[in-house]
């Protein structure tokens, strides 16, 4: 996935709070609802809720992303 289209699929999810499929290095899949997406060269971070979890937040490298999808249901 192009890290410029992985940046707008995070930044649009978690400004409407719609959950998304990530998968990272090693083959990890993780889901929930990105709360912040930080591309600032020192942190290069995006921070998740997982679905059902409002208290647990996760930070999640963007280098260790290969791919995001919405992960909403039709």
Known sequence: MQYEAMLQTLGWAAGHEVPVRIA???GALLVGVPTTLDTHPAALEVY???LGDDTTEIAI???SIRSVELAVST
């Open 24 to 26: 990272v290095e090693g």
């Open 48 to 50: 998740l809720h997982p």
């Open 61 to 63: 490298s963007l280098a």
